[in-house]
């Protein structure tokens, strides 16, 4: 999957976690679709590497496998940037 298809795919996948996992971001928006976008790096590389699902293009397993990243991503945030407040 090309560069532009994992922002697009991470742009829906950071949207859909927030929807997931609603409240208030210590960053905004901004932040929860980087997020989202790192969440759909992170969710390609586990699905094709560790779990053998492929993921090539915009399609509905590729964006529920970055939502899971993305998700997993704000767990994280959310976690560490709570304890160090």
């Known amino acids: 999957?090309?560069?532009?298809?994992?922002?697009?795919?991470?742009?829906?996948?950071?949207?859909?976690?927030k929807l997931?996992?609603?409240?208030?971001?210590?960053?905004?928006?901004i932040v929860t679709i980087l997020i989202g976008i790192a969440g759909a790096l992170v969710g390609g590389f586990i699905g094709s590497s560790l779990l053998g699902i492929g993921t090539s293009g915009i399609n509905i397993p590729t964006i529920l496998i970055a939502t899971g990243g993305s998700v997993l991503l704000l767990f994280l945030y959310r976690m560490f940037k709570s304890r160090s407040v």
């Open 1 to 17: 999957m090309g560069w532009l298809s994992y922002i697009v795919v991470g742009l829906i996948a950071g949207a859909l976690g």
């Open 20 to 29: 997931i996992m609603p409240g208030r971001d210590p960053g905004g928006i």
